[in-house]
């Protein structure tokens, strides 16, 4: 059987791309060798580049995203997308790919720049019918104060960059004071816009979904319990959570949550695998969606992997059903 050559992205233009290097071990360690040829593509500010065995750096070729090695073309039959973050969680890496017709493991363009901007895609989801938090969505450009979202939205809010992911810049405010301020000052730094979204009191659940030969799968829930304040970066990352997967919930709340999950994949033509966090409030028995992840951690800390060693499958299956399903037949 005749092997694929397969571009492995990591690296990034964000605060993320830590993550995505973290992401990276995980991932190179289970691209099955058999079937798939991977060469790693770093994609930094200052370039991008495959680094062969001896440390020497080989720049990516640009105009049809090559790599020359000894003399001869590496092209590419797909890339495995792990960037976190600009450019590879945004839409800009999609878009390049999609000019060059090299197909790709994530969400196409259009849906991952859209589900990269949290208003906009609570928006879409409101608008199909599923529960989302209000949310007011601040420009830097425009910004005056704060006295504005007092009367539009219920305190305790949480604060956080608009485009982004990994908690970084986010804030919860438990009453309009000058801690709102400085909130939004601190997700001003993060990028232009900021959301400031209300809190929804409630458990919070996370899953991760993906499509393969077809059909569109739900992996098992995880329900988060976080140290800190709410699920921000140290908990994410740094140990300051408990995830207890499968969660603990009977089997009725289990497949709400899948259904709603395989929902919202649907609605938002997702490829590739996401993960969708949810907030259930057990008071008026609905589960709110928060966001759409795209590019979901695969860091020994990951919720995906835990997720996917519950369901029984190992990662070298996971990336190559991932691989295959981008693949042209």
């Known amino acids: 059987m ?8 990591t690296g990034g233009f964000s605060g993320e791309a830590e993550i995505s290097y973290l992401s990276a071990k995980t991932v190179e360690k289970n691209i099955d060798p058999e079937k798939f040829d991977p060469y790693k593509i770093d994609i930094t500010q200052n370039g991008w580049f ?35 973050g600009t450019p590879g969680e945004d839409g800009k890496l999609q878009g390049y790919f999609d000019m060059l017709q090299i197909p790709y493991t994530s969400c196409n363009c259009a849906i991952s720049a859209l589900t990269f901007n949290k208003r906009y895609s609570v928006a879409v989801a409101a608008f199909s019918g599923i529960n989302v938090a ?6 830097k450009n425009s910004y005056k104060n704060p ?15 608009n485009n982004g992911g990994s908690s970084i810049g986010m804030s919860k405010v438990n009453s309009p004071s000058e801690e709102l ?12 816009q900021v959301l400031v979204e209300e809190f929804i009191k409630g458990r919070e659940f996370t899953i991760g979904v993906f499509q393969s030969k077809g059909i569109i799968t739900a992996l098992p829930i995880t329900e988060v319990f976080s140290k800190n304040n709410f699920f921000d970066y140290e908990a ?19 497949q709400q949550i899948k259904n709603e999950a395989i929902k919202i994949y649907q609605i938002f033509n997702c490829k590739g695998i996401i993960r969708i966090d949810f907030i259930y409030n057990e008071e ?45 037949d």
């Open 181 to 192: 301020e400085t909130a939004i000052e601190k997700a001003f730094k993060e990028d232009e």
């Open 2 to 9: 005749k092997k694929h050559t397969i571009a492995f992205v």
């Open 147 to 161: 006295k504005e979202l007092v009367k539009k939205l219920r305190f305790p809010v949480f604060v956080k960059p």
């Open 134 to 139: 209000n949310s007011v969505l601040l420009f």
């Open 284 to 328: 008026t028995n609905k589960l709110f969606m928060l966001e759409i992840n795209t590019v979901p951690g695969q860091t020994e800390a990951s919720i995906v992997p835990q997720q996917l060693k519950i369901m029984g499958w190992s990662l070298m299956e996971f990336y190559t059903s991932l691989l295959q399903e981008c693949l042209p």
């Open 50 to 84: 495959h680094q062969l065995p001896d440390g020497q750096k080989v720049e990516v070729d640009k105009n049809d995203f090559s790599l020359l090695i000894n003399n001869e073309k590496v092209h590419f039959d797909a890339v495995l997308i792990g960037i976190h």
């Open 236 to 254: 994410k990352y740094l140990g300051a959570s408990r995830e207890v997967t499968p969660a603990e919930i009977d089997d009725s709340m289990t």
